[in-house]
């Protein structure tokens, strides 16, 4: 792993020393998991359009893009978490298809599942390219964290 | 991997032990090939080995006494661009397209190097290095129609520039001549990878046209030659200009403010944005052509203070992406990347003088900053082994 986000990427600017189980974090999640699916899902079967899972989401806070140092969850790169007792299915995408660190990612990405999640049969991560990412997909979390004002301030 | 759809329960709770409907049959799901195909490994080695003779070379040229200086002498600029810079780049992007294909670019500038090395006709090694640039544009190209856009027709035009400077070379004209289309290489290569991620970043109505015209300028001075007034005034005005872009839309400014690897990378690029700023105004104001070593400052305040520096930088993420290699961030990095940026500037400051003896030094303490470096990343990748050993992970 690249980072397991221990203080060396984005900590300290959420909620000083306790970016994880932040109030804001948690809450920020749950919205996540039960709103409307980003607008790309209009591609995607009817079946896909599965909301994410928030314990899925809140493990992948450690996988960081190396070249940004936040995490993909931030960077609205994870398309879908999927979670059953018996299997865990993730669809990540990256910003570049000219990206040589994707099989990195996905690697780091299941590494991180497969310790939080251990008792769990199968655990599959899969790397997407449709819809193409864009940058309107980044949380506002990740906003702050680039140093940006939210989405609906000026 | 092959993927078997399952049915996903409507109400996936935790405690939900018996799914609505019927389990599927057992699946294996292969877990994420770890291996490294040993092609891999062969042409990193290769890359290796370029670099030493390439360092080798440009220590004898700077007149230290070594032996085999003849012979390697000449070929210090193409075993480095090609057979070091141009031999990663190759490698990452077959690693991105996922073909097999783009892998022969890297395997050709690999064999390049070695035919170069091992004192073979350097017609060989010169088409060798032809040949894997144009299977590179030929990747780059394919890059470009997956994904249209600014950033990737940056990262082919630069292949395509290391395909020209590359046959030029090839066919016999002096690396003065043709070292633009390599500058321009690498320039285009690394600045179009910070345009992509600059899409992080706020941008305006005028972001791209502004991108456009500094590479383009730039792009144009550097093929016309260093060594006219018009190219040397026109490379600089561009790099002044990518500079001002970088210092308004690069996410360095941003990650520089998140500590650690991230910090590190961020503060890797920003120093080489200074060298590049400085290579433009070297370039407007003591051209090649007319100062006795324009071309030498120029040339590796680019090349050292800018491009190498990225290599510090990146490595940390492209080793673990190509060779499985993870090596830790460790603060003792700056060292070795301090010490880089004191050669660059010991370096111009010597040639703006006319000081033989900081030259010569000054090669020595940049090839004391690379072998610093690299010994700290070995260091890391070893303690980074031993912390998973022991946690059985």
């Not at chain 1, 980003?38 to 070249?67: F, K, S, Y």
């Not at chain 2, 792009?219 to 500079?243: N, P």
């Amino acid at each position: 792993m690249i980072q397991i986000n221990a203080g060396a990427g984005g900590a300290g600017i959420l909620a000083p020393g306790n970016e994880r189980t932040g109030d804001e974090v948690l809450s920020w999640l749950r919205s996540r998991a039960t709103r409307h699916a980003p607008q790309g899902d209009a591609d995607l079967p009817p079946g896909r359009r599965d909301p994410l899972d928030t314990d899925v989401l809140d493990c992948l806070l450690d996988v960081l893009d190396p070249e940004v140092g936040i995490s993909v969850v931030h960077l609205g790169l994870v398309y879908r978490a999927a979670r059953t007792p018996d299997r865990i299915e993730v669809d990540l995408t990256l910003t570049a298809r000219t990206c040589p660190l994707a099989g990195l990612i996905v690697e780091d990405a299941h590494d991180c599942l497969r310790r939080r999640f251990n008792d769990c049969r199968d655990i599959e991560v899969r790397l997407v390219w449709t819809p193409g990412w864009t940058p309107d997909r980044i949380s506002d979390l990740g906003l702050a964290l680039l140093g940006r004002p939210p989405r609906g301030l000026s | 991997m092959p993927h078997v759809p399952i049915p996903v329960p409507a109400a996936r709770q935790p405690k939900d032990l018996k799914p609505s409907v019927p389990a599927p049959p057992v699946q294996l799901v292969p877990v994420p090939d770890r291996t490294v195909h040993p092609l891999r490994r062969a042409v990193l080695a290769c890359a290796v080995g370029a670099l030493l003779a390439g360092l080798w070379a440009g220590l004898a040229r700077l007149g230290w006494e070594l032996p085999r200086a003849a012979s390697l002498a000449s070929l210090h600029g193409p075993l480095l661009v090609s057979g070091v810079f141009g031999t990663l780049v190759a490698l990452e992007r077959a690693v991105a397209l996922e073909g097999r294909w783009p892998f022969a670019a890297p395997a050709l500038s690999g064999t390049g190097s070695i035919l170069l090395v091992a004192g073979a006709p350097t017609a060989a090694g010169a088409w060798a290095y032809v040949l894997a640039a144009a299977v590179l544009t030929a990747a780059s190209l394919l890059a470009v129609r997956r994904q249209p856009a600014a950033f990737t027709a940056s990262l082919a035009l630069g292949a395509a520039a290391w395909l020209i400077g590359s046959g030029l070379w090839a066919l016999d004209h002096p690396v003065s001549d043709l070292a633009g289309w390599w500058l321009a290489f690498l320039v285009l290569t690394i600045v179009g990878e910070r345009l992509e991620l600059s899409r992080l970043m706020p941008r305006s109505g005028l972001s791209l046209p502004l991108y456009l015209l500094a590479t383009g300028t730039f792009l144009a001075g550097a093929g016309e030659g260093l060594y006219t007034a018009r190219g040397a005034g026109l490379a600089g005005l561009g790099l002044l200009a990518l500079t001002a872009w970088l210092a308004r839309h690069d996410i360095a400014l941003r990650t520089v403010r998140l500590g650690g690897q991230a910090r590190f990378m961020a503060i890797c690029m920003l120093a080489g944005y200074v060298w590049l700023a400085a290579a433009g105004i070297l370039l407007l104001v003591a051209p090649p052509g007319t100062h006795a070593y324009g071309y030498d400052m120029a040339l590796h305040a680019i090349l050292l203070g800018f491009v190498l520096s990225m290599v510090f930088g990146h490595a940390l993420i492209i080793l673990p992406a190509v060779v499985r290699i993870r090596p830790r961030f460790r603060a003792g990095l700056y060292l070795p990347l301090a010490v880089l940026h004191g050669s660059v500037a010991l370096r111009v400051a010597s040639d703006l003088l006319g000081a033989e003896a900081g030259r010569r030094w000054s090669g020595l303490v940049t090839v004391a900053a690379i072998a610093g470096f690299a010994a700290c990343i070995a260091l890391s990748t070893r303690g980074a082994r031993s912390d998973h050993a022991r946690s059985g992970a």
